[in-house]
Every structure is written in structure tokens, then in C-alpha cells.
């Protein structure tokens, strides 16, 4: 089992910025794909960025430009970088990873979640 933790949420004036961090149990080297997905109270979880093994990457229409997904494989982490946050941003973020395996791919395997809260 795949244990992936979040961390570097918190409280953030609007304007500001935040690094989400995820730390992955298994090698950041071998993900097949990534995702960041938040979710507001009485809203549906949804997909904020992705990041995929050949390096592409998809965002949001309301955070392009604004955020930033990137992995760093000697730490097995996965970021997002948030920058010039809206209060609108405010969730509770996750990160959710695939990663190849054999001639296939295991998960999705998600983390607990981080509370972003942006203030106006």
C-alpha cells in the first residue's frame, strides 16, 4: 500500500502564496500520474492539476497561471505551488498518485488532505 501524506497547507491572506507538499511511500520516479484535487465545504471534490510520467501537465481554468505542479524525485515529493490565492481557493487540498507497476499501473492512492483557508 502506497501511503502518500500532504503537508504546508494553511492560513494565507489573499494575494499570498502556499507550497502544498505530497510525500510519496513509493518513488516519485515511477508515478504514472498525479493529481491535486481540492474540495469546499458542500462542493464536490475536483481536480485542480495534474502532472503525468511524460511530463505533461493540465490546470484548472481558475488557477492557470496561478498554480504550479512539479516533483522532485530525490525526495519523492510532489508539489503545488500556489501563488496570488483567492479566498475562493479555500479547501482542503489532496493529491492523489498512480504509479507503474509491472506492465500496468496501481493506485490511485490518495493522501489525507491539507486545509488551505484563504482570508479576503
Known amino acids: 500500500q502506497v501511503q502518500l501524506v500532504e503537508s504546508g497547507g494553511g492560513l494565507v491572506q489573499a494575494g499570498g502564496s502556499l507550497r502544498l507538499s505530497c510525500a510519496s511511500s513509493q518513488a516519485t520516479s515511477s508515478l504514472y500520474n498525479v493529481g491535486w484535487y481540492r474540495q469546499a465545504p458542500g462542493k464536490q471534490r475536483a481536480l485542480v492539476a495534474s502532472?503525468?510520467?511524460?511530463?505533461?501537465?493540465t490546470y484548472a481554468d481558475s488557477v492557470k497561471g496561478r498554480f504550479t505542479v512539479s516533483t522532485d524525485n530525490a525526495k519523492n515529493t510532489v508539489y503545488l505551488q500556489m501563488s496570488n490565492l483567492k479566498p475562493e481557493d479555500t479547501a482542503v487540498y489532496f493529491c492523489?498518485?498512480?504509479?507503474?507497476w509491472g506492465m500496468g499501473a496501481m493506485g490511485p492512492f490518495w493522501g489525507q488532505g491539507t486545509q488551505v483557508t484563504v482570508s479576503a
Open positions: 492523489s498518485a498512480s504509479f507503474r
Open positions: 502532472l503525468s510520467s511524460d511530463g505533461a501537465t
